[in-house]
């Protein structure tokens, strides 16, 4: 089906965020429901998932039109400009084309520190009590 690993890397990432936000806009506004119900406060990181699910289903137009229009304007120039092109060249070395299971797991390791990073500049937006 797959011509060669990353292509099946590419799929994987793709359908673990379909699924990851389904369960973020389907299954936490449940969550959230029997909390309510069972009248149990809501513990801080839970709260700040509920905050995520609300501020994607209240801005989902939004944040598909942000995604949509960057992948438009870097496809354009990557594939368009002739400084795009050469970049892509030089750059697609840094992408791991790795057999080797140990070396996928660094480089997983290193972009998961890299997310990581971001927390606290991510987690006051999303929820002010945080």
């Given at each position: 089906?797959?011509?060669?690993?990353?292509?099946?890397?590419?799929?994987?990432?793709?359908?673990?965020?379909?699924?990851?936000?389904?369960?973020?806009?389907?299954?936490?506004?449940?969550?959230?429901?029997?909390?309510k119900e069972s009248y149990v406060m809501i513990p801080g990181f839970t709260q700040t998932i509920v905050s995520l699910s609300h501020f994607i289903l209240a801005k989902w137009?939004?944040?598909?039109?942000?995604?949509?229009?960057?992948?438009?304007?870097?496809?354009?120039?990557?594939?368009?400009?002739?400084?795009?092109?050469?970049?892509?060249?030089?750059?697609?070395?840094?992408?791991?084309?790795?057999?080797?299971?140990?070396?996928?797991?660094?480089?997983?390791?290193?972009?998961?520190?890299?997310?990581?990073?971001?927390?606290?500049?991510?987690?006051?937006?999303?929820?002010?009590?945080?």
């Open positions: 089906m797959f011509k060669n690993k990353s292509q099946e890397l590419c799929f994987a990432g793709i359908v673990g965020f379909f699924v990851l936000l389904g369960l973020v806009v389907l299954v936490v506004p449940k969550v959230e429901l029997v909390y137009q939004v944040i598909f039109a942000f995604i949509f229009g960057n992948a438009l304007v870097l496809w354009l120039y990557f594939s368009k400009t002739r400084i795009g092109r050469l970049l892509w060249r030089k750059s697609a070395g840094l992408i791991p084309r790795s057999e080797k299971p140990r070396e996928l797991i660094v480089y997983g390791s290193i972009l998961l520190l890299f997310a990581l990073v971001w927390l606290p500049v991510i987690l006051p937006l999303i929820n002010p009590n945080w």
